[in-house]
C-alpha cells in the first residue's frame, strides 16, 4: 500500500488499546507530546471484549484533567478501525497532526524552556 | 471496605498551591480498591499537578509515595526521615488516613486529596454502594441480613414506610425499599414470621450521637 502519513507521529505498539493507561497519556504530555491519540479496533470488535471501550473512556478522563490543568482537552483523541483500514490509519494520523498544528505545541515544552532559562 | 471519590483536581490545586514542595501520599488499601487514592491515582494526580504548575511557570516538586496503610503508626512510620524535606502532604487515603497522618507529624501541613464517603460494598466495578453506617449494634441477624439502618433513607427498624412503592424507595426510583428486601429475604429463608416481632428502641449512644467512639481491648493491649 505505502501509503504516507505525517513523519510528526511516533507510534507506540502497545497489545490492546486496553492497555493504554490515563498515566500513560498524561506521562506523554508531561514528557512534552503536543498530542496523543490511541487507535483501537472497530467498537464491537475487541479481540478482549471491551479494550477499547475501556480506552475510550480513559481519553475521555485524560480530556477532562488536561481541560481541568490548562493543557487543553483537544489534543487527545480517540479512533476506531479495523486492521485492514491503511487508508483510514493514514487519514486519521493526518487528520490529528493538522489539528495539533492548529493548536500549537504544548504549553509544558514552552513552559520548561523559560524555566531553564 | 472505606469508599471515597477523587477530589476535582481544581479544588486540590487551590489547596496546595502556595506550596513548593508536595508529597502526595497513596493508600493500599480501601481507596486503591475504589480506585480513589491508590498507586495509579497518586501518579496521575502527580503527573496533572506537575504539569499545571510548570504551565503556571511554577517550579514545585511533587513527589510519590503509597503506603500500605494510613491508618496504622507501623506503616506511618516509613515517612519518618523524609517528611521534613516537603512542605505539605496531600493524603489520599480516607479521612481516617488522613488525621493519623496529620497526628503523626504534627509540624506538617496535610490535606485531603479524596472525600470520604461511606463503608460500602463493590456492587461492580465502578459502582460502589453503601451497606454499614457503624451503629455499634448490628441487628443484621434480625433482618435477614439487609441493613435498615445504612439501606433504609429513614433508617426505620419496623418497616417499610408508607412511601415504599413497587419495592422502590420514595426517594428515588433506582433505590431499592430496604425493608421490602428483608421482607423478601425472609420469605426466601422461611422467617416471615420474624418480621411480626417487634424492634426493640435501639441504643443510639453506640452511635455517633454517643459522640466519638473507641474500642479498648484489653486482652490485645499492649
Known sequence: MRLKYPDAIRIIRVPCTGKVDVLHILHAFEKGADGVYVVGCLEGECRFENGNLRARRRVEQAKTILDAIGIGGERVKMFNLSSGEGTRFAEYAREMTEKIQELGPNPIKSAKQRQAA | ?222
Open chain 2, 1 to 222: 471496605m472505606i469508599v471515597a471519590e477523587k477530589k476535582p483536581i481544581e479544588e486540590v490545586i487551590e489547596m496546595v498551591k502556595d506550596y513548593h514542595k508536595i508529597l502526595i501520599a497513596g493508600c493500599n488499601e480501601c481507596v486503591t480498591v475504589c480506585e480513589a487514592g491508590g498507586k495509579k491515582e497518586v501518579g496521575i494526580l502527580a503527573s496533572a499537578l506537575r504539569m499545571y504548575f510548570t504551565n503556571q511557570g511554577k517550579q514545585v516538586q511533587i513527589d510519590e509515595v503509597t503506603l500500605e496503610r494510613q491508618c496504622d503508626r507501623e506503616y506511618l512510620e516509613e515517612l519518618r526521615n523524609t517528611i521534613d524535606q516537603y512542605d505539605a502532604v496531600l493524603s489520599l487515603a480516607c479521612g481516617v488516613g488522613v488525621q493519623f497522618l496529620a497526628e503523626t507529624y504534627f509540624s506538617t501541613p496535610v490535606y485531603p486529596g479524596v472525600n470520604t464517603l461511606f463503608m460500602g460494598a463493590t456492587e461492580e466495578r465502578g459502582v460502589w454502594s453503601e451497606r454499614c453506617q457503624g451503629c455499634g449494634q448490628c441487628i443484621l441477624g434480625q433482618t435477614a441480613g439487609i441493613c435498615p439502618i445504612s439501606r433504609c433513607a429513614k433508617r426505620l427498624l419496623n418497616g417499610p414506610c408508607g412511601g415504599s412503592t413497587k419495592g422502590k424507595c420514595e426517594i428515588s426510583k433506582d433505590l431499592d425499599c430496604a425493608w421490602q428486601l428483608i421482607i423478601d429475604r425472609l420469605k426466601e429463608l422461611g422467617r416471615l414470621a420474624d418480621y411480626e416481632q417487634l424492634a426493640p428502641i435501639k441504643d443510639w449512644s453506640r452511635e455517633r450521637a454517643g459522640g466519638p467512639r473507641r474500642v479498648v481491648r484489653e486482652d490485645v493491649r499492649q
